[in-house]
């Protein structure tokens, strides 16, 4: 009977929740447990850094070893690049210079031909200046040439003055070329030098001289003719004319 009314006292009674008491570490005591465990996971770590060789099979002083052949074959890299590099700067010197020196020698050789041609137009001139035994009387314009020289708008002229006859003096004139060219559907004339008359090129010779000039039409013209005249000094009046006819 005791035990029915315990239980439905327990049942119909106001009834409290179970306590659990547990026991509470302080917080230095937590700080320091946190502390030794770190100490702890450090020794290990240090103590697998330092005898890892004993794991790779290798010791610390062939690591070291190994290291410093890296660094003094680092090192000798390092010399040869230099002086690959050296060597490369040097040769591309040379390479210049040669090349400068081939220019060079290009441009002395085509000088040469074309004194060479001149020096045979000169030659070819002479003989048949001897072979006929004499010169027309008085100043005569021959072997005008108009070429073409570099650009297509440059042109370079040459010819031959000769005095016949006597030869009392000297003949002084002035050399005046008239360009003829077409552009723009018009015919067009340029003098060459610019002005005419006293800027003409000075001519002074006994028995022969020789005529070499050159002149730029503009780059969009195409030229037709070419007239060379000979003006006596003085007075300036036309002594000689010549014209070449360009295809």
Same mark, same amino acid.
């Given at each position: 009977?005791?035990?029915?009314?315990?239980?439905?006292?327990?049942?119909?009674?106001?009834?409290?929740?179970?306590?659990?008491?547990?026991?509470?570490?302080?917080?230095?005591?937590?700080?320091?447990?946190?502390?030794?465990?770190?100490?702890?996971?450090?020794?290990?770590?240090?103590?697998?850094?330092?005898?890892?060789?004993? @794991?790779?099979?290798?010791?610390? *002083? !062939?690591?070291?070893?190994?290291? /410093?052949? #890296?660094?003094? %074959? +680092? &090192?000798? $890299? =390092?010399?040869?690049?230099?002086?690959?590099?050296?060597?490369?700067?040097?040769?591309?010197?040379?390479?210049? @210079?040669?090349?400068?020196?081939? *220019? !060079?020698?290009?441009?002395?050789? /085509?000088? #040469?031909?074309? %004194? +060479? &041609?001149? $020096? =045979?137009?000169?030659?070819?001139?002479?003989?048949?200046?001897?072979?006929?035994?004499?010169?027309?009387?008085?100043?005569?314009?021959?072997?005008?040439?108009?070429?073409?020289?570099?650009?297509?708008?440059?042109?370079?002229?040459? &010819?031959? $003055?000769?005095?016949?006859?006597?030869?009392?003096?000297?003949?002084?004139?002035?050399?005046?070329?008239?360009?003829?060219?077409?552009?723009?559907?018009?015919?067009?004339?340029?003098?060459?030098?610019?002005?005419?008359?006293?800027?003409?090129?000075?001519?002074?010779?006994?028995?022969?001289?020789?005529?070499?000039?050159?002149?730029?039409?503009?780059?969009?013209?195409?030229?037709?003719?070419?007239?060379?005249?000979?003006?006596?000094?003085?007075?300036?009046?036309?002594?000689?004319?010549?014209?070449?006819?360009?295809?």
């Amino acid at each position: 009977m005791r035990g029915w009314a315990r239980r439905l006292r327990s049942n119909f009674s106001i009834g409290s929740s179970r306590v659990a008491i547990h026991s509470q570490l302080a917080w230095y005591w937590r700080w320091l447990l946190i502390v030794l465990m770190m100490a702890a996971v450090a020794t290990i770590v240090w103590w697998v850094v330092e005898n890892s060789y004993r @794991i790779t099979g290798s010791s610390l *002083g !062939e690591v070291r070893q190994r290291i /410093a052949a #890296l660094d003094q %074959e +680092n &090192a000798a $890299l =390092k010399a040869g690049l230099e002086t690959s590099r050296s060597t490369l700067i040097e040769r591309d010197r040379q390479l210049q @210079i040669e090349k400068a020196a081939q *220019g !060079e020698l290009a441009r002395t050789v /085509a000088q #040469l031909q074309e %004194e +060479n &041609a001149s $020096l =045979k137009e000169d030659l070819g001139f002479l003989h048949r200046l001897m072979s006929s035994g004499a010169t027309p009387e008085g100043v005569s314009l021959s072997d005008l040439k108009i070429e073409r020289d570099g650009k297509p708008n440059e042109f370079r002229y040459r &010819a031959l $003055l000769t005095q016949g006859g006597q030869r009392k003096q000297d003949f002084k004139g002035r050399v005046q070329v008239i360009s003829h060219f077409a552009q723009g559907g018009t015919t067009r004339s340029l003098t060459f030098p610019e002005g005419g008359g006293s800027d003409a090129l000075p001519v002074d010779f006994r028995f022969y001289y020789k005529i070499d000039g050159r002149f730029t039409i503009p780059e969009d013209a195409v030229l037709k003719s070419v007239e060379m005249r000979i003006l006596a000094l003085p007075g300036g009046q036309v002594k000689l004319s010549r014209t070449v006819n360009l295809p």
